[in-house]
């Protein structure tokens, strides 16, 4: 999933592009915009809760993944995937097309079943719109990771990923990333 702070962009940016360009018709905007950034917030806790059962899992596991001789990296790895298949919730690192795809079918069937939305162009065409939107919000957060994981790099001295330095220095360089391209504001 996308992280939490390019989830209200990309709300966002549906509802800016859909309505703009007369594509929705909403009777309520606000509340069709609060909906539309719930269901991706929802998402988003799915796949948090799932990781959590995850981590869980490992842990109360790991003797058994030692012995088996796998690592955790892909224990973990098989285990999202089994659960995640189990739950209908779709998992996708990083956020690409096939998320995009589930996602934007998520938002095409709110869509049908709010009475307070229409929409001008054919169906299929509208799910492609809102399907572009979050492929073009996926791609513009894996520059930011690339961009913000070289700045790290860059360090004269060494910072191992998963060390609270690594992630203190990601997340303040993602958030002047995304002020940089001015997907938010400074005060964000």
């Given at each position: 999933m996308l992280p939490k702070k390019l989830l209200k962009i990309a709300a966002e940016?549906?509802?800016?592009?859909?309505t703009e360009n007369n594509y929705l018709i909403l009777d309520k905007p606000e509340e069709f915009k609060e909906k539309l950034f719930k269901l991706l917030l929802d998402e988003y806790k799915k796949e948090k809760e799932l990781e959590r059962k995850v981590d869980e899992i490992i842990e109360q596991n790991l003797?058994?993944?030692?012995?088996?001789?796998?690592?955790?990296r892909d224990a973990r790895r098989r285990i999202l995937d089994e659960l995640s298949k189990k739950e209908g919730i779709v998992i996708e690192k990083?956020?690409?097309?096939?998320?995009?795809?589930?996602?934007?079918n998520k938002i095409m069937k709110m869509i049908d079943e709010d009475e307070n939305v229409d929409y001008t162009i054919d169906r299929p065409e509208l799910r492609l719109k809102i399907f572009n939107i979050l492929l073009w919000?996926?791609?513009?957060n894996r520059k930011i990771i690339e961009t913000v994981k070289r700045r790290i790099a860059s360090h004269s001295k060494p910072i191992y990923e998963g060390t609270?330095?690594?992630?203190a220095l990601y997340d303040?360089?993602?958030?002047?990333?995304?002020?940089?391209?001015?997907?938010?504001?400074?005060?964000?």
């Open positions: 940016k549906i509802y800016k592009e859909l003797s058994e993944i030692d012995f088996v001789g796998i690592s955790v990083p956020f690409g097309r096939t998320k995009a795809n589930y996602l934007a919000v996926a791609n513009e609270p330095e690594w992630k303040k360089y993602y958030k002047e990333e995304l002020i940089k391209r001015g997907l938010i504001d400074l005060e964000e």
